[in-house]
């Protein structure tokens, strides 16, 4: 078995430019404490390291027009480029087994995945991702794309939103929304906090919950929409990236809403 796979080495449906997609974690799971024990797939441009494609732009063949790529110089993405700059090394020196998605499915069989632990899924075909996950046992997925790209990716990937305009857009197409908050925006009646984020005490992992499996259709009751505090080093330009001015003064409003309901 190996540890880790190629399941696509082909173009980016953003801008055409070569990406891959590695599934890491087969032989070991993963240690990222708040998703547990899931597989991690990464959604690369083969030919630019990392690093050197968040400083020059070329990262928007993987991640789009994503809100939170760098902006004047600041990145509000909370995933630290040294995971994704580990795995774009290693498939480089060799160490990856090309297979096709399809056998990455039976690879993959009884497995959580984790789809896009860098990397938005909707650069990469929906056929794809559906041969990886039909036989795992669960799957997340998040997409800034919803507006744009395949609307095939709301049966597994939650609509990634930043603001209350986008969550209303994103649902009235269908999708289920994963919505980043301020510490002091309040949540929307259809939200519950992430139950594996430190607001909501961590109370289980993302393996375990399963929530973000996009539209979940085939429940028989609602399933809440999710949100999270905005969290990691480019927390703090999180506003200034994600609102239009309108934007930012809702934001305020809310932020004097509930001041006011504390006191």
Known sequence: MPRNIVIYDS?????????????TGLNGPSRNPKTGPMLQTWILRRDVHPAVALDTGADKSICGD?????????RV???????????WRAFHDGKYDFVTPEEAGDICAGHKIRLGAYGDPAMV???????LIRKASGTTGYTHQWRTMD??????????????????????????TFRCITSDQTLEPDEIMCPASPEAGKL?????????????????????????TVHG?????????????EGVSAASTDKDRVVRQDD
């Open 11 to 23: 173009h980016s449906l953003w801008d055409d430019e070569p990406i891959i997609v590695v599934v």
């Open 66 to 74: 994503c809100d939170l790529r760098p902006k004047d110089g600041k």
């Open 77 to 87: 993405c909370y995933v630290n480029i040294m995971g994704p700059s580990a795995v």
């Open 125 to 131: 075909p929906a056929d794809v991702w559906r041969s």
């Open 151 to 176: 609307p095939a990716l709301l049966d597994f990937c939650m609509a990634s939103c930043d603001n209350t305009e986008d969550i209303r857009d994103a649902q009235a197409a269908g999708w289920r």
């Open 204 to 228: 289980t992992t993302c393996d375990r919950c399963g929530l973000c499996s996009g539209a979940m259709a085939d429940r028989s009751k609602p399933i809440p929409n999710i949100a999270i």
């Open 233 to 245: 080093r480019g927390a703090k330009h999180f506003v200034a990236s994600c609102y239009s001015e």
